[in-house]
């Protein structure tokens, strides 16, 4: 039974735009799963699942954790970069050590860009009436 001094299951959180994942990082075979399947399931794009393993394999440890993920909110960009966020930081947790590799890589670092509001008189945020002449 693990105690609360026992680091047996790490748990971080990741935020990009409006999606937001919890992210459970434990010692296993490699297993990485996302909202109940599996991450090649839910990313089957290789560019997503690149992006979402791309923290452990900078760090070698593919293989060495079993990841759990619950990811709600945004499109499917923003929760593999959500889920990239989350996984470095649990990361970090688990080992202080990563943290100027994964930093230098940009993976810590929050992307707090998001949708402008849209304003009064324009048609979006920024676009405004197109001119006509006649």
Known sequence: MPTK???TI???LGRRK???ARVRLAHGK???VVNGKDVKE???IAFWYD???APLQ???KEKTFAISVKVVGG???SQAEAIRHGVARALVKWNEELKPLLKAEGFLTRDSRGKERKKFGKHRARRGHQWRKR
Request: no cysteine; net charge positive; glycine share 8%.
């Open 5 to 7: 001094t026992d680091k």
């Open 58 to 60: 900078k760090v070698s």
């Open 18 to 20: 409006t999606a937001v």
């Open 30 to 32: 490699g297993e990485f």
């Open 10 to 12: 790490i748990r971080a």
């Open 51 to 53: 992006k979402v393993i």
């Open 42 to 44: 839910y990313f089957p």
């Open 75 to 77: 499109g499917i960009n």
